[in-house]
């Protein structure tokens, strides 16, 4: 369990965190969301214990084990496997003593802790996490120096996955990931045994993998129970009924104020003027809703519409070296008005198929017709590092229009999303949703018939996500579009083509048969239906025979179930209430004897579990022989 109590932090004078509380239960799967500098990470910090608090506490069981996904990726000469296996430290300290231990009683008890913790299986636990994160077996086996930063950010998150932390932290973990390491990550977060914390921009990330949101807002966290669609739409119930309430209460206030005004001064109203002077001043007002609104994106329409198809390929191929395509056999189109989404696991040339379309690398063999006047645009998020990072917003798009006035270059700036704070302020003072959005304002300044986007979500918040979806729907040229935001595929493009063996073809599906053939969802079902057809009725009568001889040993069981699940009701009922901040602040007693009984609870849940584990495999043992 996770308890924030009283919190406050301040980092460089600012105020991030202000008197905020919560409670997250052990095995709570949360998802942290706000706007970007309202200080989630810095939270994070807080919670590891590398920034101090100025008020308040953080509480967790003692000996919990915290994972978040180390700063700086690993270079070193050691094979994939070896770094992610050395991240239970644990086991590679007991595998390293039974190496060397000599006493017979020490050996026995390393081998026993080794069983204990599943050790015997580490190394396959390693590689299919790894697996799931795109690395084949050959690549599992190569040192991390031959790989690039983004795909060492993978191991890194592959190394505290293993460790499996009792307390799971996430910062953006889908940053460094494709498409295909996204649907991966989700299934596995969803599975995870222990309490997870996940700060995340991906709405469907959101949505499937945890079952909470804890919103940082105006300097406070406050817990909400569902997905993020399900926050979204309560949070919204949640302000209208605000606003509701408060111009209710501004027109009570406004009536006893006039009354007030009017009488104050006449003997026979006298007393009752007083009386609502002291009801006004008893009535706490209800504050108006502080609007935080994302910045809309404004893409320039294109200059002139040329005719379709706007490219079009015939048995090309194309790469960094002759005579070794990356891509090869590619035959297909591109019209006017189309909007295509590229699939496929990274390194398997989606953006160097990109790189073709815009003209940044030349055919090897096959011809490529583009439309006469073509304009090609295209955001890659590694184009960050070629903004000049002295420069300005201002003083970037001056280059792109010298002999505009000074009103017409901030009114280009606005509509890339800046505002006039940050107009005049230097790249490199960006964040990293700013400088996304300067960049995709300069890509896109000249308005391009084709715009390319390689994922361009990274740094951008879900509002911006969204701004940034309505601004491609309503840009009239083609989007060719790589990203491993799903709501952002889903909601701009029709047509998926799947980047895969050297080839570029289309994909007959949605994002959901994508996704089940990702995850093997579609081969397990196949393959449980083919062994539910395979002898059912000799099965159903063992099984049958099985189940009468064991029947007092079930009622048992389920005797169990039925008094852990009373437990367990009652527990999520005080942790409801102890996730109120107010109960400490006007029933302290309260809250400690609530603390003190889900404490007993608690203990009296886990030895009612052990009967139930002891008995469950006494039962599972009888059914199987």
Not at 226 to 247: I, M, S, V
């Amino acid at each position: 369990m996770l308890i924030i109590n009283d919190l406050s932090i301040r980092m460089a004078g600012r105020l991030l965190i202000e008197h905020a509380s919560l409670t997250l239960p052990a095995g709570t799967k949360a998802g942290l969301v706000g706007r970007n500098g309202t200080g989630k990470t810095t939270l994070f910090r807080a919670i590891t214990g590398e920034f101090p608090a100025e008020t308040g506490s953080i509480q967790m069981p003692r000996n919990t084990r915290i994972g978040q996904v180390a700063q700086e990726a690993p270079g070193t000469e050691e094979p994939l496997i070896e770094i992610v296996l050395a991240a239970d430290t644990e086991r590679a300290r007991l595998v390293a003593e039974e190496r060397t231990a000599t006493d017979p009683d020490r050996i026995a008890e390393i081998h026993m802790r080794l069983a204990d913790i599943d050790a015997h299986s580490a190394e396959a636990r390693a590689a299919t996490i790894l697996a799931g994160l795109g690395f084949d077996q050959d690549a599992q086996r190569r040192p991390a120096s031959s790989f690039s930063g983004g795909w060492r950010m993978r191991v890194a998150l592959a190394a505290v996955l293993f460790a499996e932390p009792d307390l799971l932290l996430l910062d953006e973990p889908t940053n460094y990931l494709d498409l295909e390491g996204t649907l991966w990550l989700e299934n596995y977060v969803a599975k995870y045994p222990h309490t997870v914390l996940l700060i995340s921009h991906d709405r469907d990330l959101l949505n499937r993998a945890v079952s909470s949101i804890v919103h940082l807002d105006q300097k406070k966290l406050t817990f909400w129970r569902g997905g993020y669609d399900q926050f979204e739409r309560q949070r919204a119930e949640q302000q209208a009924l605000q606003e509701k309430q408060r111009t209710k209460q501004e027109a009570a206030r406004k009536h006893m104020q006039a009354f007030v005004d009017r009488f104050r001064a006449k003997a026979s109203k006298a007393r009752q003027a007083q009386s609502r002077i002291k009801a006004l001043e008893r009535m706490a007002p209800i504050a108006a809703l502080v609007r935080d609104d994302a910045k809309p994106f404004h893409f320039p329409e294109p200059v002139k519409t040329v005719a379709s198809p706007i490219v079009a390929i015939q048995g090309g191929a194309v790469g960094y070296q002759p005579g070794k395509p990356v891509l090869k056999q590619l035959t297909l189109r591109i019209d006017a008005d189309d909007r295509i989404a590229l699939l496929g696991a990274n390194g398997n040339g989606k953006s160097t198929f990109a790189k073709l379309l815009s003209g940044r690398l030349p055919m090897e063999t096959g011809t490529k017709t583009v439309a006469p006047g073509l304009k090609v645009s295209m955001f890659a998020q590694h184009q960050l590092d070629d903004l000049r990072p002295e420069e300005s917003p201002i003083e970037h798009v001056r280059r792109m229009m010298p002999d505009a006035p000074e009103p017409k270059v901030r009114a280009r700036v606005a509509q890339m999303g800046l505002g006039t704070d940050k107009m005049s302020t230097a790249a490199k003072d960006l964040s990293g949703g700013e400088k996304a959005r300067l960049l995709m304002g300069l890509s896109a300044f000249e308005g391009p018939n084709l715009f390319i986007l390689d994922e361009p979500t990274n740094h951008l918040d879900i509002d911006s996500r969204q701004e940034l979806v309505e601004a491609l729907n309503e840009f009239p040229g083609a989007v060719v579009l790589i990203s491993h935001d799903r709501h952002l595929i889903e909601a701009t493009v029709d047509r998926l083509w799947l980047v895969r063996d050297g080839r570029v073809a289309p994909f007959e599906g949605d994002l959901t048969d994508y996704r089940q053939e990702i995850l093997g969802d579609a081969g397990d079902r196949r393959e449980r239906r083919e062994a539910d057809r395979a002898s059912k009725a000799d099965r159903r009568r063992e099984a049958a025979q099985r189940r009468a001889a064991l029947e007092p040993l079930a009622k048992q069981i389920k005797a169990t179930e039925a008094l852990m699940e009373r437990l367990r009701k009652r527990i999520d009922g005080i942790e409801t209430k102890l996730a109120d901040p107010q109960l400490y602040e006007k029933q302290p007693k309260a809250a400690s004897d609530l603390a003190k009984e889900r404490s007993d609870l608690s203990t009296a849940l886990a030895s009612h579990e052990e009967t139930w584990l002891s008995l469950s495999a006494e039962y599972e043992e009888g059914m199987a022989e």
